[in-house]
């Protein structure tokens, strides 16, 4: 275990010293310096993720819908770039959880339907 604890540290290391990494966190606190538009932002994203979270139904209008009730901050360029980042970021991170777990057998039973 403590083997894997270390890699585990290393691994959070070498993220933390990606380039997708540092320009989402440069990204982030640059956008923070407008409270307004970081808490619209948040909202927007909380909305969204509550919205996709119902996948027994076509949410493309709820979305639509979304997306034009934030137009407002969704136009911007700061908020722009920050989602771009946002999004390489979490693309990295599914990708090394996929190589993690690549070759884990795990009893997965439980979450069939």
């Not at 360029?77 to 599914?94: C, D, H, P, T, Y």
């Amino acid at each position: 275990m403590n083997e894997v604890m270390y890699q585990t540290e290393k691994l959070n290391r070498e993220i933390k010293n990606s380039n997708e990494y540092n320009h989402y966190v440069r990204v982030l606190n640059k956008l923070k310096e407008d409270d307004k538009v970081y808490k619209r932002l948040i909202e927007f994203e909380r909305k969204n993720m509550d919205i996709q979270g119902m996948a027994d139904y076509n949410v493309y209008d709820d979305i639509a819908r979304l997306r034009s009730e934030y137009s407002d901050i969704l136009s911007l360029a700061s908020v722009n770039e920050f989602l771009g980042a946002e999004q390489r970021l979490i693309k990295m991170l599914n990708k090394v959880e996929e190589g993690i777990l690549a070759d884990i057998q795990l009893a997965t039973e439980v979450f069939d339907d």
